[in-house]
């Protein structure tokens, strides 16, 4: 039988997905999970929204520009506006989510074989993306007992060698939640300019911010020409299914480039574009409800990780992710445990193994990330469940 | 200023998008342009299926399983069933558009360095796809005197090396509309089981046949676990904006190793899977007006073509598209000067070089691809321009 290439082997698998199959098998056994591994909102899409494509006069679904239509791209120049940050039409392609603007810049700015520099732990699937682009990522270690801010700038500077290219960072992060201060983002500026590198940055929750001011890459004004923004409205309008986000670059060469690559897929989802646009019009209030849920759930999930014995899980500024430090020997025998093996009261819970978005392996053997989509009634619940399950898990280090 | 990778610059260009701003100038002039350079119908999008949008009970629009719904690939298997292919919905991954399910099979099946057979001319984006990919694309010249048939297979023969993974064919072809015959599919068949080589199938045009029988890669009994079959919703529903496609294979491996490459991007588009789920339960009926559209529309053009002196267009048997060889010095410069300089009856056409569908240098310079998703009526009127052009364009060669 032909066999897939050696890249479709190295292609990492999901490490939030494997456990799915113990989750499934969980639920049939009539116990109920706690679903806090994955990023997906439980907040509704706002139905105007949804309304706007269903309201659109389609006749031809026909191709949109490769750049996505340019009234949705008019309208995200004043919505970034607000943002503080200034931006023209021209300087944004509409992508297919967040996914598809990473590979953009990883294919537009870096060869195969380049190093970009990231910030560990760091969101899985850009080992998926390095490995589409043929890149390599050096990982710099952020560590917990410092709530995951940036590391050291010296650090970032060992690993510069010829062929580093970029520094990616995620603000706030996921799957930290760390909302990187204006102070730092300058160190990241400085360090760009002094080696030249691109800094590209994914803003996927830019609009979740608790404590704090957001910095965005786009305003720091000494590497305007070297920042990549990568953003999605997946998180911010809880609209993950549409497929809808953007790159955005004010370096003309590589906008042009990537163009190319936005020419050969054709266009971006279209009923999604109309959906994108309509959302731009929410009122600024719009925020104000999902940011005082999430907050809400924050407060209460670190609250409650940090009072059980052995539990420790820093405050993040931002986005909807904890990552928590447990007493245990391993998260991804802990995690699968929970599933296959536990239940408190019916229920169990699930998160992520933090190990999975280390690229140095052995890190993270005793964390887990949780994500705040699910109501706080259900948070307590949740953590019931964690906090019995510390009790009688037998790999308990102490 | 910091420069795109090489990847990058490397890139190509839309050969179809390049003259699109000489056209913008003609109409400013007041010139009507007709369009028969691009792929996009003017046929309806089905109203049922963009109605099947507008009534979905969407609350959440979540990340879909990164293999599409599967609501969806269930029905998919119905339509492959009538359509003579048999499959189950655990072999199939809806994409974002056909274009993904290009990128995804040449990054699951070569990997950077191989190289891929196709016969030329062949639809310019696939060059886009392997640089992406960082693959060699080794084209096998068709001829417009043999109406494009397969080439000589010792001609493929010629071409293999132990870089060679495989075989990309597109039946009914862009941009010559050459049909293949069930024995050229079964040379194909022979050759990938001799030499172990992946047969990638872009089958886009499928419902849109009109002389001859219709053979899908996937029908080829002996080399099942080989086929790649690529597929797309956007000419078939007339929905290009969608961007709904599929990655279709037999071959478990690969199988599994493409999956880790829909993960990575999470999911295909929500809503515009509602769309292609509506679309299976079209009647069958539901092709008959679009195909004698198209139909009627091939027979006026490659007659309306083949009447003008010097002029030679073979009779495609599928798709919508022609390419005609033109008593012209070049088609770029034919192209252009057509929106440029030309115009009869305050009108003039747009065509696409065919140059650009060629991977060898020189070849096609007196020939362009005309789509014909232009009614009747216009077709004549930018019939009566061509036949007007011949006669005056500086560069006409008899």
Chains 1, 2 share one sequence.
């Not at 195969?112 to 899985?124: L, Q, S, T, V």
């Not at 923004?229 to 003309?252: E, P, Q, V, W």
Request: hydrophobic share 40%.
């Amino acid at each position: 039988m032909l066999k897939p290439s050696h890249r479709g082997e190295e292609m990492p698998s999901s490490p939030i997905r494997k456990l799915v199959p113990f989750a499934e098998e969980a639920k049939k056994r009539g116990t109920k999970v706690h679903h806090l591994n994955i990023g997906q909102p439980d907040i509704e899409t706002p139905p105007s929204v949804l309304d706007a494509v269903r309201n659109a006069e389609v006749k031809i679904l026909a191709y949109s520009h490769s750049a996505g239509n340019a009234s949705y791209r008019n309208k995200l120049v004043k919505y970034y506006e607000k943002a503080g940050i200034e931006l023209n039409a021209d300087q944004m392609i509409i992508t297919t989510g967040g996914s598809e603007a990473i590979v953009f810049g990883m294919m537009t700015c870096l060869d195969a074989g380049d190093e970009i520099i990231i910030p560990e732990p760091f969101y899985a699937n850009y080992n998926g993306f390095a490995v589409m682009s043929g890149i390599k990522i050096v990982p710099v270690t952020s560590r917990i007992e410092n709530g995951f801010a940036l590391p050291p700038i010296s650090d970032l500077e060992k690993c510069i060698t010829p062929k580093t290219k970029a520094i990616l960072i995620c603000n706030p992060n996921n799957p930290t939640g760390y909302l990187y201060s204006k102070s730092e983002m300058l160190q990241l500026e400085d360090i760009c300019l002094k080696y030249n590198l691109f800094l590209f940055s994914d803003e996927a929750y830019r609009e979740f911010c608790y404590d704090g001011v957001f910095t965005s890459a786009m305003q720091l004004d000494r590497i305007q020409e070297q920042v990549i923004l990568m953003d999605t409205i997946s998180k911010r309008y809880s609209a993950c299914g549409a497929r809808i986000g953007a790159f955005i670059t004010k370096n003309k060469a590589v906008y042009d480039a990537a163009m190319k690559f936005a020419q050969a897929r054709l266009s971006p989802p279209g009923l999604a574009q109309i959906l994108g646009e309509a959302a731009v019009d929410l009122p600024d209030e719009y925020f104000n409800a999902p940011k005082a849920a999430y907050l809400s759930r924050r407060n209460l999930l670190v609250k409650r990780l940090n009072s059980m014995p052995g539990v420790f899980c820093p405050t993040p500024g931002g986005a909807f992710y904890v990552i928590a430090r447990l007493p245990i020997d391993d998260g991804d025998r802990f995690c699968q445990w929970l599933l296959e093996s536990f239940s408190f009261n019916n229920q169990t819970v699930m998160m992520a193994p933090a190990s999975g978005f280390y690229e140095t392996r052995g890190l993270g053997k005793n964390e887990v990330r949780l994500a705040y989509v699910i109501n706080n009634e259900e948070i307590d619940q949740a953590m019931d469940c964690l906090q019995e399950a510390l009790k009688v898990y037998p790999g308990k280090t102490n």
